[in-house]
């Protein structure tokens, strides 16, 4: 189909005095993994809230699967899965007989134990949710949201308190959602996580959009060559010797960062410049490597790094 997965336009948010979303526009893709990234307050859990009908917007246009999510959610309920943050699920329940339940409610569901199984849940699978550890119950979570075969699915935080297995089997899971067609839109404070699953990110501070496009083009830059030393070195000798167009900082304490206007000029004949330079001075650099951008260096960049409520 031609629709977008999720599809929303100048949606506005208020709560009182305060506006979460202030005139946010995106697009999710059918197929393809959608990465909603911002600070805490920047207006995510609003958007996405408003994107799965649980909230209603002051003002804009959203639609989801072509759909209107709060005049169609009966059309919508069967074919989109939501996993939320935390929550969501009774307590009392055993983990197998929730997905059981919900499977009963769709016409051609995943298989319960398959599913289990798949998760690394069968051991539990007769345990009650309220004794399942943090990371057993964000699986169960995830298997509820896809136990229908949605053709779109919201993760809100979906690896948070997994162990390192968990989490590869999850993001396993998820490609093979995309790889099925299903549009997925992802919430993750992980950047490493949305950069490895993402395909489009979207950054939002301050309820708007502040980058917008695939993950490729936003981490596209110029390379650097960082190393850790002793701080406050007198690098104006180092900088004579680098070639035409590039420059050396000390960007934090004892962290060094040599960039150049040619990206080209990153290489072996820099590095060896700089171990030269650090071997005349009897330094031993740490960490010497180039770097290219990355997506935390991108979210840094446009919603900055002090620390928020």
Same mark, same amino acid.
């Given at each position: 189909?031609?629709?977008?997965?999720?599809?929303?336009?100048?949606?506005?948010?208020?709560?009182?005095?305060?506006?979460?979303?202030?005139?946010?526009?995106?697009?999710?893709?059918?197929?393809?993994?959608?990465?909603?990234?911002?600070?805490?307050?920047?207006?995510?859990?609003?958007?996405?809230?408003?994107?799965?009908?649980?909230?209603?917007?002051?003002?804009?246009?959203?639609?989801?699967?072509?759909?209107?999510?709060?005049?169609?959610?009966?059309?919508?309920?069967?074919?989109?899965?939501?996993?939320?943050?935390?929550?969501?699920?009774?307590?009392?329940?055993?983990?197998?007989?929730?997905?059981?339940?919900?499977?009963?409610?769709?016409?051609?569901?995943?298989?319960?134990? *398959?599913?289990? !199984?798949?998760? /690394?849940?069968?051991? @539990? =699978?007769?345990?009650?949710?309220?004794?399942? %550890?943090? #990371?057993?119950?964000?699986?169960?979570?995830?298997?509820?949201?896809?136990?229908?075969?949605?053709?779109?699915?919201?993760?809100?935080?979906?690896?948070?308190?997994?162990?390192?297995?968990?989490?590869?089997?999850?993001?396993?899971?998820?490609?093979?959602?995309?790889?099925?067609?299903?549009?997925?839109?992802?919430?993750?404070?992980?950047?490493?996580?949305?950069?490895?699953?993402?395909?489009?990110?979207?950054?939002?501070?301050?309820?708007?959009?502040?980058?917008?496009?695939?993950?490729?083009?936003?981490?596209?830059?110029?390379?650097?060559?960082?190393?850790?030393?002793?701080?406050?070195?007198?690098?104006?000798?180092?900088?004579?010797?680098?070639?035409?167009?590039?420059?050396?900082?000390?960007?934090?304490?004892?962290?060094?960062?040599?960039?150049? *206007?040619?990206? !080209?000029?990153? /290489?072996?004949?820099? @590095? =060896?410049?700089?171990?030269?330079?650090?071997? %005349?001075? #009897?330094?031993?650099?740490?960490?010497?490597?180039?770097?290219?951008?990355?997506?935390?260096?991108?979210?840094?960049?446009?919603?900055?790094?002090?620390?928020?409520?």
């Amino acid at each position: 189909m031609d629709t977008p997965a999720v599809e929303v336009t100048d949606l506005v948010k208020r709560y009182g005095t305060v506006t979460a979303v202030a005139g946010l526009s995106f697009t999710a893709a059918r197929g393809a993994v959608t990465a909603l990234l911002g600070p805490n307050g920047a207006g995510k859990t609003s958007t996405i809230e408003i994107c799965e009908g649980f909230r209603h917007a002051d003002a804009g246009r959203v639609r989801v699967l072509g759909l209107d999510p709060i005049r169609d959610a009966a059309a919508l309920r069967p074919r989109v899965g939501v996993m939320p943050q935390s929550g969501g699920v009774p307590t009392g329940v055993r983990a197998g007989e929730w997905l059981r339940l919900l499977a009963a409610f769709y016409a051609h569901p995943l298989p319960p134990e *398959a599913l289990l !199984d798949r998760l /690394g849940l069968s051991a @539990v =699978a007769r345990t009650p949710f309220r004794r399942l %550890s943090g #990371g057993q119950q964000q699986r169960l979570s995830l298997a509820a949201a896809i136990i229908g075969r949605p053709e779109l699915v919201f993760l809100d935080e979906p690896t948070t308190g997994l162990d390192p297995q968990a989490r590869m089997a999850t993001w396993e899971l998820i490609g093979e959602l995309r790889t099925a067609g299903v549009g997925v839109v992802l919430t993750t404070h992980y950047m490493e996580e949305a950069e490895r699953l993402a395909d489009h990110v979207v950054i939002i501070d301050h309820g708007r959009v502040v980058a917008d496009g695939p993950t490729a083009a936003l981490t596209r830059g110029d390379r650097e060559l960082r190393f850790r030393a002793a701080p406050g070195l007198d690098v104006s000798d180092l900088a004579a010797a680098l070639p035409p167009g590039c420059s050396v900082t000390e960007r934090d304490a004892g962290q060094y960062t040599v960039t150049c *206007a040619d990206p !080209d000029e990153i /290489g072996p004949g820099l @590095v =060896a410049t700089v171990s030269t330079w650090c071997a %005349s001075r #009897g330094l031993l650099p740490e960490d010497l490597r180039v770097h290219r951008r990355t997506l935390e260096d991108v979210f840094l960049e446009l919603t900055g790094r002090d620390l928020r409520d």
